[in-house]
DNA sequence: GCCAACGTTGGC
DNA sequence: GCCAACGTTGGC
């Protein structure tokens, strides 16, 4: 099972709207980066972990989700009226892919990318490392178990 | 709103 | 194939 990182602009698409849909799934569509795009298209599989992440004013990880399907080609990259088309893919030659997506839980609180930064256990976590833009990044079990147990309640 | 970092485009 | 110009991302 791997780990993985998903960033979305809460604006655009938040957690929430994930939630909401039908069984709350989705598919992750509109990642127009190749190396975003090969995660998604050789690595992730089912059963794997999401941390979901909300960039812009407030950044945190704001709760977790699991991928339901293998990677596919995304229809929106072809459909001229989508909100991110490109016109060099086509359904007999996909350039871009994406996953499906399950709500898992969303955090009462968020943990805040400030938070994260005061973690000694996530040094050297990609999130963390200057001019990282990467909206699907893969995250280390230890990391994800860490932030895991920073959203629980103190007990 | 600013700007640094990065990816992509396109001229040569 | 190089690299300058440009657009975008995303933290601050």
């Not at 995304?74 to 996953?99: C, F, G, L, Q, R």
């Amino acid at each position: 099972m791997k780990y993985w990182l998903m960033k979305s602009e809460p604006g655009t698409y938040s957690i929430d709207d994930l939630r909401l849909k039908p069984g709350g799934t989705d598919h992750w569509d509109g990642v127009r980066n190749y190396q975003a795009r090969n995660f998604m298209r050789d690595e992730m599989k089912p059963g794997d972990r999401v941390l979901f992440y909300h960039s812009g004013k407030k950044p945190a990880v704001v709760g977790l989700a699991t991928v339901t399907s293998e990677g596919y080609p995304d229809h929106t990259a072809w459909d001229p009226k989508s909100d991110h088309p490109d016109p060099k893919s086509s359904p007999e030659n996909p350039i871009w892919y994406m996953v499906d997506i399950r709500f898992e839980e969303k955090y009462p609180s968020p943990i805040l990318l400030s938070e994260l930064r005061t973690q000694p256990g996530l040094k050297g976590m990609l999130l963390l490392k200057r001019g990282m833009r990467l909206s699907v990044q893969p995250v280390t079990k230890k990391e994800y178990d860490l932030i895991v147990k920073m959203a629980k309640p103190a007990s």
